[in-house]
């Protein structure tokens, strides 16, 4: 209700193109097309493509000829947005995973819900990958009542190895509020300012501690005689 943009829905592949060829002629004073949700829009193509076939699920056909007919017109429809004479903004959801690697090492991250596949050919294809999370901070008024803030972040850089994101340009701050003002801001600097020029705001770096000394290290050292080695005639 508080979206005043003009919204297409979208329900099938083929009126996914008659849109895009609609777009492509530009009759029209659109800057920025907005994708919401990007998985959505995967699974509908996908959904729309086994239907044709009268299949549910890639496997249904041998030889992976099932993931070949679904990989393709996800792929095609993503490039052929991206050709657009707009800024396209892609929305999508986001997970917390974890993994285990053969030594028992635990890593959780936060990811796109995406497959991995399609993940990185749109990642490919934009110039930035974002984060956005929720931030919450709890005070008490003069009466004690817990009061509950909520704060939007946006990340720009990729500081914690956590979220799977990144960006073609580097932006001189790593973490702002969802400001637009702020964000075309700092993209329009981060694209006109050489990454060598831009200094990066992290967290200074803890300092090492001295290394402790051994017991062994207290050991006088014994000197050890050489001598040349004789051979017999």
Known sequence: ???TTPVVDIDNNTNWNELIDLLAKKDNDFETIIIDL???????????????????????????????LVKK?????????????????????????????????ETNYINSTLPEKTSNVIKGLVDCTLYTAIEKEETKDESGNRIITTHYKL?????????KMGSRALFAENIIDT??????ELYTQANL???????????????LKP????????????KVKTTKDSTLD
């Open 1 to 3: 209700k508080h979206i």
């Open 155 to 163: 990340y720009l850089n990729a500081v914690d190895d956590g979220i």
């Open 179 to 184: 400001n637009y003002s702020k964000f075309i």
């Open 38 to 68: 990007v998985d959505h829009l995967i699974d509908m193509v996908r959904d729309d493509i086994l239907g044709n076939y009268s299949i549910s699920h890639e496997s249904d056909l041998p030889h992976g000829k099932g993931w070949n």
């Open 73 to 105: 017109p996800i792929y095609t429809i993503l490039r052929k947005i991206v050709s657009l004479p707009y800024n396209i903004i892609f929305i999508g959801h986001s997970n917390n995973f974890s993994n285990v690697d053969k030594m028992g090492r």
């Open 211 to 222: 290394l402790k000394k051994l017991p062994q290290d207290d050991i006088p050292q014994k």
């Open 193 to 207: 300012t050489p990454a060598t020029e831009i200094v990066i705001k992290k967290p200074e770096p803890k300092a």
